[in-house]
C-alpha cells in the first residue's frame, strides 16, 4: 500500500509559479511512475504529467508543456511539479498517482493508477 499526500498549492497571480509536492509513505516510490492529474470545477480530472520510475521518460499535456517541469527524488520518495507562467485556466484540484508495471502510453489516463493523493487545491487569479 502506497499513501501519497501532495502540498504546495496556493493562490498565486497569472504569470506565478508554484511548485507541488507528493511525497509517499508506505512503501518506496522507486518501482512506481507517477504522475499529476488536475481537476478543475464541474470537470473531469484530467492528465497533467507523467515521469517514469528511474527519472527519464518524461511526458507533458500540451496544455502545460514548455511551462510545467516534472521531477522526482527517489531517495526521498517525492515527485515534484514546477509550474511557471500559470494561467487561470490551470485553477483546480491537483492529483498525484503512482502507477507500476503499466504501458508508457496508458499512463495519460487516470484508470491506469492505483494510488492517489487528497489533492491540493491551486488558483490562479487574473
Known amino acids: 500500500q502506497v499513501q501519497l499526500v501532495e502540498s504546495g498549492g496556493g493562490l498565486v497571480q497569472a504569470g506565478g509559479s508554484l511548485r507541488l509536492s507528493c511525497a509517499a509513505s508506505?512503501?518506496?516510490?522507486?518501482?512506481?511512475?507517477m504522475g499529476w492529474f488536475r481537476q478543475a470545477p464541474g470537470k473531469e480530472r484530467e492528465f497533467v504529467a507523467v515521469i517514469n520510475w528511474s527519472g527519464g521518460s518524461t511526458n507533458y499535456a500540451d496544455s502545460v508543456k514548455g511551462r510545467f517541469i516534472i521531477s522526482r527524488d527517489n531517495a526521498k520518495s517525492t515527485v515534484n511539479l514546477e509550474m511557471n507562467s500559470l494561467k487561470p485556466e490551470d485553477t483546480a484540484v491537483y492529483y498525484c498517482?503512482?502507477?507500476?508495471?503499466?504501458?508508457?502510453?496508458?499512463?495519460?489516463?487516470?484508470?491506469?493508477?492505483?494510488?492517489w493523493g487528497q489533492g491540493t487545491q491551486v488558483t490562479v487569479s487574473s
Open positions: 508506505g512503501r518506496t516510490l522507486s518501482t512506481y511512475d
Open positions: 498517482a503512482a502507477s507500476r508495471f503499466s504501458p508508457w502510453l496508458k499512463l495519460v489516463e487516470r484508470q491506469t493508477y492505483d494510488y
